[in-house]
Nanobody, 124 residues
């Protein structure tokens, strides 16, 4: 019902910025809570940020709070992750996910739809 496609990943130096985009298909997008997760090599997938369908109720992982910003444009069916002051430990494959219920969640098990991921590499 919902298809997600991430883009915007790449290679940046520590301290740099990058903006990830997640384009969603489907008319139900505006009522879905959206989330960003990441998975580094040899590590489990972890929560990054989530946002309610209305754009409120935003939550961030402690490791990215103050540096990352999640936002969405329902008219464009797109959710964004602005990443500033990037650190080498931010290196991971970043995934966007959609949850049918409007309230956000920090648990990956709460999301039904996932994108294919986009690679973010931060060099030092």
């Amino acid at each position: 019902q919902v298809q997600l496609v991430e883009s915007g990943g790449g290679l940046v130096q520590a301290g740099g910025s990058l903006r990830l985009s997640c384009a969603a298909s489907g008319r139900t997008f505006s009522m879905y809570a959206m989330g960003w997760f990441r998975q580094a090599p040899g590590k489990e997938r972890e929560f990054v940020a989530t946002i309610r369908w209305s754009g409120g109720n935003i939550f961030y992982a402690g490791s990215v709070k103050g540096r990352f910003t999640i936002s969405r444009d329902n008219a464009q069916n797109t959710v964004y992750l602005q990443m500033n002051s990037l650190k080498p430990e931010d290196t991971a494959v970043y995934y966007c996910a959609a949850r049918p219920l409007s309230m956000p969640s920090t648990s990956e098990y709460s999301y039904d739809y996932w994108g294919q991921g986009t690679q973010v590499t931060v060099s030092s």
